[in-house]
């Protein structure tokens, strides 16, 4: 090694020692969560998944709420899912948000219907009625005003769009096969 190298090694190698404090003091000031230590008796934050710890209060809304509703057409009746939906109450949790109701409003055929035949009903919007139950024309067909404002509720940024779209006139005319009907008041689906 030369002599001049040998003359700055010391302040090269103190030099990189204090790029890498530096480096750690900055990441540790950055952090997003701040680890908290509480050695006293009564601890601030125990841990939920210590030995006799409690659940944190704020998931509890969460362990509280009720289950969504769901039901598969496939295992279970027409009749008896429209008997079901009928004399299930709405269910609500001041917590848990807004209240969850059955949406079907009449028994589903056995096989679901195109809904994206709907004006403004695109596959996106047939997929969340789906969720919900929604599978047939006759079904949207029979809504009255308050199963609308229920759904679409429940339709969150494509709210609006059952009134504005006119799906349930739209609905009774292809519920009844009425194509002519349906063509010469909302014009040709393709």
Do not use: C, H
Not at 3 to 29: E, H, Q
Not at 30 to 42: E, P, S
Not at 48 to 70: F, H, K, M, T, Y
Not at 177 to 182: A, N
């Amino acid at each position: 090694m030369s002599p001049d190298l040998m003359t700055y090694l010391p302040l090269i190698l103190l030099g990189l020692v204090a790029l890498v404090v530096i480096v750690w003091a900055l990441s540790r000031m950055n952090r997003k969560a701040k680890v908290l230590r509480d050695d006293g008796a009564d601890p601030l934050a125990r841990d939920v998944l210590e030995e006799g710890a409690s659940p944190a209060p704020r998931n509890q809304s969460l362990i509280d709420a009720p289950r969504s509703v769901a039901i598969n057409q496939g295992a279970v009746s027409a009749a008896a899912n429209s008997d079901a939906l009928a004399a299930a109450p709405a269910v609500a949790d001041a917590e848990a948000g807004p209240v969850i109701t059955p949406t079907i409003a009449t028994p589903a055929a056995d096989t679901p219907d195109d809904l994206t035949r709907i004006k403004g009903l695109g596959p996106k919007l047939s997929g969340l009625l789906g969720e919900l139950g929604v599978t047939t024309f006759a079904q949207i067909a029979a809504w009255d005003d308050a199963a609308v404002a229920r759904i679409d509720a429940q339709l969150g940024r494509f709210s609006g769009r059952i009134t504005r779209d006119q799906w349930v006139e739209q609905a009774k005319l292809l519920a009844a096969g009425d194509e002519t009907g349906f063509t010469a008041k909302f014009g040709n689906n393709g």
